[in-house]
């Protein structure tokens, strides 16, 4: 277990050194896991096409293997490229990617049951963070699942991350408090219908108003 500090860059928010970026993918490309800061959350990264890994990720949450996870994509490339979209999902992910919103998509085959409990949808994330757009963009699709416990506090520190995780995971970024320390909302897009099924950092007022406009 390592505990990398973030370094603050004036007007870039936090970053980290060439080195230990490359150590982070280093150890998710090994199937390993990482703790990594959203706007939201931190999150519980490793690699979703890695059966292997993310077994590591449902066992360190001790979390049932019959709740879904989602997925942390960079842009909208990568996010086609696991997920099929459609005009109303599209309209979605223009407002508000990057940004606080799950999208709940059909995905592509290359997605393993395991991730989605043998379901044939996938929550996507695009986070409003530069240090996790930073690395998915560098390794690929992360998982994104909140990094603590299975129903334990939400973890808006590092600190409440140990505690929970401690040596399940290899590698936490540390950035401070997250800025938003709120979930995701939740939205499932099927044919064309779209439906809150979380509420969190976005309002229903506005996504409906995406919709609408």
Do not use: W
Not at 13 to 29: C, D, M, P, T
Not at 56 to 84: G, H, Q, T, W
Not at 132 to 143: C, E, M, N, V, W
């Amino acid at each position: 277990m390592e505990i990398l500090k973030c370094a603050k860059k004036v007007g870039k928010g936090f970053e980290l050194s060439e080195a230990e970026a490359n150590k982070v993918k280093g150890e998710l490309q090994a199937g390993h896991l990482v703790v990594y800061p959203t706007e939201t959350l931190y999150g519980l990264g490793a690699n979703p096409l890695d059966e292997t890994a993310v077994k590591r990720v449902y066992m360190a949450k001790r979390r049932p293997f019959d709740m879904p996870l989602s997925i942390a994509v960079s842009d909208m490339e990568m996010l086609e490229r696991i997920a099929i979209m459609d005009s109303t999902s599209r309209k979605l992910a223009e407002r508000f990617m990057p940004g606080p919103i799950t999208l709940i998509l059909t995905k592509k085959p290359i997605i393993p049951d395991i991730v989605t409990s043998a379901s044939d949808e996938v929550g996507i994330r695009m986070p409003d963070q530069p240090l996790a757009l930073r690395i998915i963009k560098a390794f690929g699709p992360i998982t994104s699942t909140s990094a603590n416990l299975h129903s334990k506090p939400d973890p808006v520190t590092i600190k409440n991350t140990v505690r929970d995780l401690g040596d399940a995971v290899s590698i936490y970024l540390d950035c401070g408090k997250t800025k938003l320390g709120v979930h995701s909302t939740i939205v499932t897009v099927r044919d064309g219908e779209m439906e809150i099924i979380r509420h969190g950092a976005i309002s229903d007022k506005r996504i409906e108003a995406a919709l609408d406009g």
